[in-house]
């Protein structure tokens, strides 16, 4: 099977920052793109920021300039640096990977950690 971990969520003032990791671990081949979502009260789970293993990055609008996703792909380990943070940043944040078992696996599966706390306060 496999685990993905996140932490470093925490209670913060506006304005502030957080680094979150998420570590993947268990039977794993390799890993496609990792990927940061978030999810606030009464809302849908929203893309927050992806990143490839070569590095190709994708982010939300409402988070361009103030978040930076980054990875080590030799321990299967995701960060999203979050700079800047408002209130509106509070959520559940939830990493993912896309994730091939074994070198005979042909098609990822997609795995979900837990999720770490976000909350920015005014």
């Known amino acids: 099977q496999v685990q993905l971990v996140e932490s470093g969520g925490g209670l913060v003032q506006a304005g502030g920052s957080l680094r979150l990791s998420c570590a993947a671990s268990?039977?794993?081949?390799?890993?496609?793109?990792m990927g940061w979502y978030r999810q606030a009260p009464g809302k849908q789970r929203e893309l927050v920021a992806t990143?490839?293993?070569?590095?190709?990055?994708n982010y939300a609008d409402s988070v361009k300039g103030r978040f930076t996703i980054s990875r080590d792909n030799a321990k299967n380990t995701a960060y999203l640096q979050m700079n800047s943070l408002k209130p509106e940043d509070t959520a559940l944040y939830f990493c993912?990977?896309?994730?091939?078992?074994?070198?005979?696996?042909?098609?990822?599966?997609?795995?979900w950690g837990q999720g770490t706390q976000v909350t920015v306060s005014s």
């Open positions: 990143i490839t293993s070569g590095g190709i990055t």
């Open positions: 268990g039977s794993i081949f390799s890993i496609n793109v």
């Open positions: 993912n990977a896309d994730v091939r078992r074994t070198i005979m696996t042909h098609i990822p599966s997609t795995y």
